[in-house]
Every structure is written in C-alpha cells, then in structure tokens.
C-alpha cells in the first residue's frame, strides 16, 4: 500500500537549519508531483512546496521563499525539504503528500526556539 514516513524534525535555534525527508513506497514516486505542508495547533494545513514528478519544476509558499529548498531523489523514492534561516513561526507539523491518491505521510514536528 502507499506509505509515506517523514524524518528529520527537531528542535533547532532561529537562523538555524534542517532537512526534512520523506521516504515514499508503494506507488511509482517518478511520476507525482510531492508536496510539503505544516500545520500549526488551531490553524488549517498550509501549502509549503511542491515539486514536480523528475525535478524540473517546483514552488514555494511566499512565507518561505528564497529560505526553503525542496528537492526529490527519484533512485530512493526521496523528497527532501530543505529549511534555511528559520523562524519562530516555521514551527508546526510537516507532512508530505503525494498527489497518488492525496496520500498524507503522519508528520514531523518543527520546533524553532531559543
């Protein structure tokens, strides 16, 4: 069946770094678009970024523009997320999603604190 496992959340500092990953199965990943979201407690699930099923074409929500880089490695059915330069407000639950089936992986908290 389709699964989706998130990894690499933790806490990190303001101006710091992650790299968030989601390791898909169960589907042709090459051929489907993936997406990122986060959702805070109270708040909708909101759009992140989005990247075409071989690569080429990606974007990106204005709030994370120029900081967030998403990526896809198509030989380990890998999507990454790339987060520099975090905020406060970066904090929340990251989930992927495939566009197979709307399919949500479970979530990796964020936290940006000092």
């Known amino acids: 069946q389709v699964q989706l496992v998130e990894s690499g959340g933790g806490l990190v500092q303001p101006g710091g770094s992650l790299t968030l990953s989601c390791a898909a199965s169960?589907?042709?990943?090459?051929?489907?678009?993936m997406s990122w979201y986060r959702r805070t407690p109270g708040k909708e699930r909101e759009f992140v970024a989005a990247?075409?099923?071989?690569?080429?074409?990606?974007n990106y929500a204005d709030s994370v523009k120029g900081r967030f880089t998403i990526s896809r490695d198509n030989n380990k059915n890998t999507v990454y997320l790339q987060m520099n330069s975090l905020k406060p407000e970066d904090t929340a639950t990251y989930y992927c999603?495939?566009?197979?089936?709307?399919?949500w992986g479970q979530g990796t908290q964020v936290t940006v604190s000092s």
């Open positions: 999603k495939t566009e197979y089936g709307g399919i």
């Open positions: 169960g589907f042709t990943f090459s051929s489907y678009y």
């Open positions: 990247i075409s099923g071989r690569g080429k074409n990606t």
